[in-house]
């Protein structure tokens, strides 16, 4: 489960309006959250307060044969007003939804500024969890957020410390603003056992929405290393760096996407690809690397099924990674990777699923599920109001999109209340299968004001002991 320090950072991100998903490094975010999401390991209790717009505290403790914590403040010059901090309040998706749509390059190219979101972007990778020196999991959510003006010089800071015990090892992380473009990240790792007594990890980001381009320097070995994505195709197409897109343009023109396609036709393939590598370079151990990917994912305004397909190549190390995700229905996602070795023709897959339930526990786990089966076996929801039943055409197969989106986003929203759109879920199930026959399993969701993540590693060649591991988290924020 994410913490409540990532959902307060992923707020800082929304209302400088700095979206990660347009960097190389999270090129495949969306099958890494549905396959690799983590699972709690013992007994977990963490309490947060946002104490001030700027201000929040986090106290951690867990027990896994020892008992551990840590001690975690965050101050961001950004008054962070627009989020819900209390947990009974929090919108379950923002913080336990895997699949990112992508943000518009729009606003990082006009002079809009988005206010403070619900729903959170980005949080940097070595941030949060139990073990800071493991990767984590990060999640990114599309959600409008009013425009402001943006002024070109933004000197938006966030801080952040956290201290682990008993081990005393202290991490930290400093985020500057240098312009609307421009960003710094200065993060560091301090303990007695670490070579050279810690790590200092610099970057700087330049994100003009079009492209984006990051450097990186770090002491563990020396590493110096750049990286950069390239968007291309969709919303992309139509945009002029410094220029809003449609402006000045007549209602005919707008009709038309920037290739001379109908709206129509846009509807059918409206999507982003993305193109990008990274190269580095360890100056200690003269050695160095690099790598080549390329996404393309469905936008938020597009009518039909949303998708994300990516492939990265390593060429030096004859690594080729294939993924696909897709948001089946607002409450199922799936996804799949492929990994393979042209040198040694190893290979490695992975499935995984999530599946949104609006019962709680007791009732999913009896198969009260969101969805029933009508006659023909074909998945409608359950509502308090019946749903006209229509088969899809052939041509809405063909072109991932259902014949009548209206509908069932009506059907969804029947029996709720206005503006709770977003909360309309009490938990979810995730579930992840690899080559070996391990499964995770994970049920994250809410009870009263506590925020729960209930998971299980599952080996199915021991039979005989067939769980390797067992976890509760518990969180609780005001």
């Known amino acids: 489960m994410r913490e409540f320090m990532h959902y307060i950072t992923n707020a800082f991100y929304s209302s400088t309006d700095w979206h990660?998903?347009?960097?190389?490094?999270?090129?495949?975010?969306?099958?890494?959250?549905?396959?690799?999401?983590?699972?709690?390991?013992?007994?977990?209790?963490?309490?947060?307060?946002?104490?001030?717009?700027?201000?929040?505290?986090s106290y951690h403790l867990g027990s896994?044969?020892?008992?551990?914590?840590?001690?975690?403040?965050?101050?961001?010059?950004?008054?962070l007003t627009g989020i819900a901090a209390q947990s009974d309040r929090i919108p379950l998706p923002s913080l336990l939804r895997s699949y990112r749509e992508l943000h518009d390059v729009a606003p990082r190219l006009n002079n809009s500024h988005n206010g403070p979101s619900l729903f959170p972007l980005h949080?940097?990778?070595?941030?949060?969890?139990?073990?800071?020196?493991?990767?984590?999991?990060?999640?990114?959510?599309?959600?409008?957020?009013?425009?402001?003006?943006?002024?070109?010089?933004?000197?938006?800071?966030?801080?952040?410390?956290?201290?682990?015990?008993?081990?005393?090892?202290?991490?930290?992380?400093?985020?500057?603003?240098?312009?609307?473009?421009?960003?710094?990240?200065?993060?560091?790792?301090?303990?007695?056992?670490?070579?050279?007594?810690?790590?200092?990890?610099?970057?700087?980001q330049y994100d003009r929405g079009k492209y984006g381009v990051e450097g990186l320097a770090s002491s563990d070995g020396g590493l110096l290393g750049i990286r950069g994505l390239y968007n291309f195709g969709g919303d992309a197409s139509t945009i002029v760096a410094g220029d809003q897109p449609g402006i000045g343009a007549s209602p005919a023109e707008n009709m038309t996407a920037g290739n001379g396609q109908t709206t129509a036709e846009r509807e059918r393939i409206y999507g982003r690809f993305s193109a990008g590598g990274e190269l580095y370079y360890g100056t200690?151990?003269?050695?160095?690397?690099?790598?080549?990917?390329?996404?393309?994912?469905?936008?938020?305004?597009?009518?039909?099924?949303?998708?994300?397909?990516?492939?990265?190549?390593?060429?030096?190390?004859?690594?080729?990674?294939?993924?696909?995700?897709?948001?089946?229905?607002?409450?199922?996602?799936?996804?799949?990777?492929?990994?393979?070795?042209?040198?040694?023709?190893?290979?490695?897959?992975?499935?995984?699923?999530?599946l949104w339930s609006n019962r709680r526990p007791a009732g999913f786990l009896l198969g009260a599920l969101p969805t029933a089966v009508d006659g023909e076996g074909a998945p409608t929801r359950i509502t308090d109001k019946p749903r006209r039943k229509k088969e899809r055409s052939f041509q809405a197969k063909m072109e991932w999109r259902l014949d009548d989106p209206d509908l069932e986003q009506e059907a969804d929203t029947v029996g709720k209340p206005a503006g709770d759109k977003r909360d309309i879920y009490r938990g979810v199930l995730k579930a992840r299968l690899d080559q070996n026959l391990r499964v995770g399993l994970l049920w994250e969701g809410r009870i009263k004001s506590l925020i729960f993540s209930l998971g299980s590693g599952v080996d199915l060649h021991r039979l005989d002991e067939p769980f390797r591991n067992l976890g509760l988290e518990v969180q609780y924020s005001s």
């Open 284 to 354: 200690i151990n003269k050695s160095g690397g690099m790598s080549l990917g390329m996404r393309f994912a469905t936008l938020p305004t597009h009518r039909g099924t949303p998708l994300t397909a990516t492939l990265t190549v390593n060429p030096l190390m004859g690594n080729i990674n294939a993924s696909y995700a897709v948001l089946a229905r607002d409450y199922c996602a799936l996804a799949t990777r492929m990994e393979f070795n042209v040198y040694s023709y190893e290979s490695d897959w992975a499935v995984g699923l999530e």
């Open 123 to 204: 949080l940097p990778s070595w941030l949060g969890g139990a073990n800071p020196l493991s990767q984590t999991k990060e999640t990114n959510l599309k959600a409008p957020a009013p425009t402001q003006p943006h002024k070109e010089k933004d000197r938006s800071s966030l801080l952040y410390g956290r201290l682990y015990l008993p081990q005393s090892l202290l991490e930290g992380l400093v985020v500057k603003r240098l312009s609307r473009s421009l960003q710094v990240q200065l993060s560091a790792v301090s303990e007695q056992s670490l070579r050279n007594g810690g790590t200092l990890l610099g970057l700087v």
């Open 64 to 79: 896994v044969g020892i008992v551990d914590g840590s001690i975690s403040y965050l101050h961001s010059s950004v008054p």
């Open 20 to 57: 990660d998903d347009n960097t190389y490094k999270e090129l495949n975010a969306t099958a890494r959250e549905l396959i690799d999401f983590p699972i709690p390991l013992g007994l977990r209790l963490t309490l947060s307060s946002l104490a001030t717009p700027h201000f929040a505290t």
